[in-house]
């Protein structure tokens, strides 16, 4: 598997497990990620052919892999047993929602909280990203492979009390500033759909395991959210959308949280 990323300074990365070179040191003609996702996976090159030593990850302060950060889409209540730990009806399509690309900052973070008489009850949400490769519309379930490019580690955002006042205020509730980390990196398979079979996703804050899930617990696959959204707009190389949560854990303050996404990546970030 190979991995697309940016480091800290913003320089284009491409790696592999053996580490990452600069994405322009394997692909001259490569100058940011998104022409990469346009030719992964099949297109890109490999790290190891680069004129440049590989740098192990541990070695790399890395940044949002995404940057300029288009469309964000997020899915409500896609894991069964998240639905029912809320006592909410489970939803007959995919509850989805937009987040602005103000919401995006990398690895690290930090999360930071808004003032308390703005907010007080904000919960952290592991999610798997699914990071589109080209630009489509009105696409199938089995075309999955054919538009999609890779896979995100995401830790997602919710001001429930702002929520609880009124369904309506979900786009609020969700869009503050820093209310959606992702990284460290994309993971690009030989399959996309193929992938799908081993990924499992928890939510973890300050060490403890709040919820975990396969994507078994999913009402809605990511080959059907992709098919169903492609109905409503043009996805182009870059955009994403964040295929819900198996469960959340209130933050504050101090706090850690790590989206831990296997085997795609384990993403952190503190909360301030």
């Not at 995404?66 to 069964?80: C, E, H, M, R, T």
């Not at 109905?231 to 190389?237: C, G, I, K, R, S």
């Amino acid at each position: 598997m190979r991995y697309l990323a940016r480091s800290a300074d913003g320089t284009p990365l491409l790696g592999d497990d053996e580490g990452f070179v600069p994405l322009a040191a394997a692909g001259p003609s490569l100058e940011t990620i998104q022409d990469a996702l346009k030719q992964a996976p099949d297109g890109l090159p490999a790290p190891g052919d680069a004129r440049a030593q590989r740098i192990p990850a541990d070695e790399i302060s890395f940044g949002l892999p995404l940057s300029p950060v288009k469309k964000l889409w997020g899915i409500g209540l896609n894991y069964a047993d998240h639905a029912a730990d809320l006592d909410e009806v489970r939803p007959e399509e995919p509850a989805s929602f937009v987040k602005p690309p103000s919401t995006a900052t990398g690895p690290g973070g930090p999360i930071r909280l808004p003032d308390e008489e703005v907010t007080n009850r904000v919960t952290a949400e592991a999610e798997l990203g699914v990071v589109m490769g080209q630009t489509f519309s009105h696409v199938e379930e089995d075309e999955f492979d054919d538009v999609v490019a890779g896979f995100v580690p995401i830790i997602d955002m919710t001001s429930e009390d702002i929520l609880e006042k009124n369904p309506r205020f979900l786009t609020r509730a969700k869009s503050f500033d820093t209310f959606l980390v992702a990284g460290p990196w994309i993971a690009i398979p030989d399959s996309p759909a193929a992938f799908l079979d081993d990924v499992s996703v928890q939510t973890v804050v300050n060490d403890e395991i709040v919820a975990e899930n396969t994507l078994e617990g999913m009402l809605f696959k990511p080959p059907e959210l992709v098919a169903f959204h492609s109905q409503v707009m043009t996805f182009e190389p870059g955009d994403v959308i964040s295929t819900g949560t198996p469960g959340a854990g209130v933050i504050k303050p101090g706090d850690a949280v790590k989206a831990v996404v296997k085997p795609v990546g384990v993403l952190e970030s503190d909360v301030k």
